[in-house]
């Protein structure tokens, strides 16, 4: 024990000489642009960030926060009713306690998905319909709702700056701290490619696509956009469905005012009387020191207004260009030693998941991908893989140093 604590002393020091953090202001915003950029608007608040008006946003959340029936296209198998199940806390667009479920086996270096997808949903119309894990599906996670207040930020942030952040991670004595940056299909554009970096695989890049995606995954509603039904583990589900014929949704126009109000949300606040506290402050400075916005990345600068992005079908407008962001997370894949074991896109990330964003980490009382962890103190120590190295720092710090850096997270 004694060695230990000499090695994570020396660790200490060499961090704290070397200064392995990134910029905080990193490398998103440079000195000639952050006259051009202001501070994206926060809040939890229920008002718009300005993309659309109020009547409309108010219009948008409404359509989120809609419960929809078996008339309507739910199931045969989904997982929530409405949009707003899974993201409400603690106003709509928030994150939630609901966990979904994911399955499939492993077996000599290849993965196979569950019969009818790795998403086994937790609910169908017709006993006959429901869904189980199959006892040879050895791999199984639970993921964590997340909320989606200030994407429209994060996806008008440019693919380039990403991959910059990406880039300037250093190399570690534990290990490469190298996010895994994916491109991955914008589905309203055939042939448009974009940075991934919604879904806990980066799965979508565009909040529409995203938005199709949950729609027909989680609540079972087909459109134009995502027009496959799900199956039950691999069976047919046509005899259980009352509208038979796809898509359930005529049209996309649910997702665009899901899109809508997306685009249209603040970003989640911090507790400003927290945050300015002393114990905060130097929390931060320690995050910062230890190494963990390497990954968690302070700020980012989205794309200036005007910009076209996913193909031409979406322009940045003026509330979301040119805006700085705190969502303290680079948005790459990361291989932090949980082990979530899916793949879902490129197999090299079956053990990544995308950097959370500990922006309105507060309003959580789960954390990790899999909401395992019930402390934040928990959360950190579960840090390991590319995150061993600074996990390591941070175990031996002096209490009084790991209860600053606690304190600054409880701020966000």
């Not at 300037?168 to 299909?185: C, E, H, N, T």
């Amino acid at each position: 024990m004694k060695l230990l604590k000499l090695c994570a002393l020396a660790c200490l020091l060499a961090v704290l000489c070397l200064g392995v953090g990134p910029r905080p202001a990193s490398a998103l915003a440079d000195e000639t642009n952050k006259a051009q950029t202001s501070e994206a608007p926060s809040g939890f608040d229920n008002l718009t960030n300005g993309h659309v008006s109020q009547v409309d946003f108010e219009a948008a959340s409404e359509t989120f926060a809609e419960a929809e029936s078996i008339a309507d296209g739910i199931g045969p198998v989904y997982n929530a009713l409405a949009c707003v199940d899974c993201h409400q806390n603690p106003v709509i667009g928030g994150n939630s306690q609901v966990l979904e479920v994911r399955a499939g086996r492993y077996s000599r270096g290849v993965f196979t998905e569950h019969p009818g997808g790795s998403l086994i949903h937790s609910r169908a119309i017709d006993a006959a319909a429901q869904e189980r894990v199959a006892d040879d599906m050895q791999v199984r996670t639970f993921r964590a709702s997340t909320s989606v207040l200030g994407l429209g930020f994060v996806e008008a942030i440019p693919d380039q700056t990403l991959i910059d952040i990406a880039n300037l991670q250093p190399l570690q004595s534990g290990g490469a701290i190298r996010g895994q940056v994916v491109s991955v299909d914008i589905v309203e554009s055939p042939g448009v490619r974009r940075v991934g970096r919604f879904g806990w695989k980066n799965q979508q890049a565009s909040l529409l696509s995203f938005s199709g995606d949950a729609y027909v995954n989680e609540m079972g509603i087909t459109t134009p956009l995502f027009p496959v039904e799900n199956t039950s583990n691999g069976n047919s589900i046509v005899e259980f469905d009352p509208l038979p014929i796809e898509p359930d949704d005529g049209d996309n126009g649910d997702l665009e005012l899901f899109t809508q109000f997306m685009r249209s949300t603040k970003a989640p606040p911090r507790d400003a009387a927290l945050a300015a506290t002393p114990e905060a402050q130097a929390g931060s400075v320690l995050f910062n020191q230890i190494g963990c916005a390497i990954c968690h990345t302070p700020s980012i600068a989205t794309a200036p207004a005007g910009t076209i992005l996913n193909g031409g079908t979406f322009t940045v407008s003026i509330a979301l260009g040119d805006k700085i962001i705190h969502p303290y997370s680079d948005f790459a894949l990361h291989d932090v030693g949980t082990g979530d074991g899916i793949v879902q896109g490129v197999s090299s990330a079956r053990n990544k998941v995308r950097t959370v964003p500990l922006w309105g980490l507060r309003t959580r009382g789960r954390f990790m991908h899999d909401g395992a962890s019930l402390t934040l103190n928990e959360a950190v120590l579960r840090h390991g893989g590319e995150a061993t190295f600074v996990a390591f720092v941070y175990r031996f710090l002096p209490s009084s140093d790991r209860g600053r850096i606690l304190t600054f997270l409880k701020s966000l």
